[in-house]
């Protein structure tokens, strides 16, 4: 739960409550967490079709077969089943947009939020007329967006499924240069549902991507090294009309509570309230940044380091003097300059029942 505080100048600052009937670590409480919907679920009807958009390099090569395992089950209800694999990074989005997808239907993506984020990017990149419902079967590494939601396995999420209860999902639109520094290509339209980030963070990611023989602790190896760089890093930052020229450490820009390897990088965020929120780390010390680091570990008690703030937007602009990388819903995929804005509830997404 957050509340304004008295700093209004860019623009409107806002704090947490501290949960003081937690210990303190790291020098704080834990925060109040939002809740992650701040809106009654709907009951819909079991669907007769499911379009299964399987990323099978997902996670350690898990991908295909929980897909096999969801469609088994999903058959065994009755449901149609259409399959689709993707055969390279990027390729959900373009199976996405070409696939017909009639009222009822539920698009149902085995992978992770990159795998969730290709899909979603290819439907409303489509110009989709009718809001559309997709799911995740978790099956990557990090899987934030089904631990925000509850499911952690594959009969958790058919069984969701099959119940057909959902939720308004926002999605920010994004706007950036395609590719990583060094390799644009353009500029391209990306759809996210879970997270970007400047700065750090994406140094760390690059580092990960290095290392992914190590599973999830690769996360924490790439933002020890990306610490140990300290790389100076300015930017233009605007929030709804509103910009600041400074040096900063990381931007977190989230619509989900969690990201990689689940940390609670954002414990104000909702995922239908209309708005995105925002961490900003600003220039910091090695010092600073492993502390706040620690304290981000520990339930999301980075909230109260005094270098970092948070705000909440509709939309938002990154300038840098150079091209600079992008993570979207964990994946390096562009550079700077980015604008992105809020499209309330552009989606749906299958939750649990319970």
Partial sequence: MTMPSNDVDFPETLSFQAD??????KGAHRPHFATVFTKKATKGKTPKRVHLLVNPFAGKQKGRVRAGEARELLEQAGVEVVVAYSAYSGHLTS??????VKPGDVIAVVGGDGSLSEAITGRLGKGAKEKETFAIIPAGTGNSQAH???IG???EAVKAILDSKHQGLDIAEVNLVKGLPGSEDGTMTHYSHNLVTWGLGVDSTIQAEKMRWMGPARYDIGILLAIAANKRRTATLTLDGQS???DFTLFLVQNSQTGGSKLPLAPGASLDDGWMDIGILKKMTRRDVLKAFGMLKKEGRH???PRVDYHRFKSLGIETSTPTAINIDGENIGSTPLSMKVLSQAVRIIVPSE
């Fill in 153 to 155: 396995s594959v009969s």
């Fill in 95 to 100: 199976i996405a947009a070409d696939i017909e």
């Fill in 303 to 305: 909230v109260f380091h």
């Fill in 244 to 246: 600041i020229t400074n």
């Fill in 148 to 150: 925000d939601l509850g």
């Fill in 20 to 25: 003081e009937g937690t210990r303190r670590k």
